[in-house]
């Protein structure tokens, strides 16, 4: 059974930094799409950032504009994790933060549809605020 499990969301004032983690069980990463979605209250789910996997090498990496330039996605191989870091948050970055994966297809990892990915983690809240 493949698990998603998302850690490092809290409270941070306007300015400060995130990092957050999605570690998966049960679900190969090595040839995989990942992404990370935020929902804020009222709103639509928003992709904020990307990324592949091609036989365990990282591969194309994406982002919104919304957090372009102040934000990074990567794998830690140490933890076995995909994470987000954003920088210089921005009160309209609270959310709940998901991360999603599903195998990697023919289609560029960005361009993979929000209801494509299989499989999903139950969120972590991203507050922001002074």
């Known amino acids: 059974q493949v698990r998603l499990e998302e850690s490092g969301g809290g409270s941070v004032q306007p300015g400060g930094s995130l990092r957050l983690s999605c570690i998966a069980a049960?679900?190969?990463?090595?040839?995989?799409?990942v992404r990370w979605f935020r929902q804020a209250p009222g709103k639509e789910r928003e992709g904020v950032a990307s990324i592949e996997f091609r036989n365990g090498d990282i591969g194309d990496t994406s982002y919104a504009t919304s957090v372009k330039g102040r934000s990074t996605i990567s794998q830690d191989n140490v933890k076995n994790t995909v994470d987000l870091q954003i920088v210089s948050l921005k009160p309209e970055d609270s959310a709940t933060y998901y991360c999603?994966?599903?195998?990697?297809?023919?289609?560029?990892?960005?361009?993979?549809?929000?209801?494509?990915?299989?499989?999903w983690g139950q969120g972590t809240q991203v507050t922001v605020s002074s």
């Open positions: 049960g679900f190969a990463t090595r040839y995989s799409c």
């Open positions: 999603a994966a599903r195998p990697m297809s023919e289609i560029y990892c960005d361009k993979v549809p929000t209801a494509a990915f299989l499989y």
